[in-house]
């Protein structure tokens, strides 16, 4: 466990406890042990935390780097200011990011966790004997719009 767990564990317990939701005393007593425990802190718990960093240099650089990260780490969301799709049968490559042509990241969320859960079904279905459920998950990868290939018995 780290600092950051800690501290993330002791939000999510103050919130529990504020909605008056009730617990044994086990869960309670192990609640207590995250919360009281001693972790020493090093440098690496200080540069984890940017906002405290990026607060001390500039005061406008934290909203500035904020909108900047999700643009510099390969994500479908970030990959999107760099292409433009909406063409009927092209596909525009930037050079730089277009912001504005990028979509809200918000509104990308429910595809995004959906690629991602049909990912993880496809690896555990490539796991087992025959990949028994291919079929299925080729119609759902069609019907969600992660491919335009038609399921194909193997």
């Known amino acids: 466990m780290n600092k950051g767990c800690q501290n993330s564990h002791g939000r999510l317990r103050k919130a ?5 939701f009730e617990y044994d005393g086990q869960v309670a007593a192990s609640a207590d042990s995250v919360e009281d425990a001693v972790i020493p802190g090093n440098a690496t718990n200080v540069f984890l935390n940017m906002q405290p960093l990026l607060d001390r240099l500039d005061e406008n650089l934290a909203p500035v780097w ?5 643009f510099s780490h390969p994500t479908t969301t970030g990959s999107r200011a760099f292409f433009d799709d909406s063409g009927q049968d092209t596909v525009a490559l930037f050079e730089e990011p ?3 042509t990028a979509p809200d990241s918000a509104a990308m969320s429910p595809y995004i966790a959906f690629m991602l859960l049909h990912l993880g079904m496809e690896a555990f279905n490539t796991l087992m004997v025959g990949s028994p459920r291919k079929d299925e998950l080729d119609r759902m990868a069609m019907a969600g719009g992660l491919t ?3 399921p194909s018995s193997e």
């Open 148 to 150: 335009d290939n038609a």
């Open 16 to 20: 529990v406890d504020a909605s008056g």
């Open 98 to 100: 277009h912001f504005g």
């Open 66 to 70: 904020l909108s900047e990260t999700p």
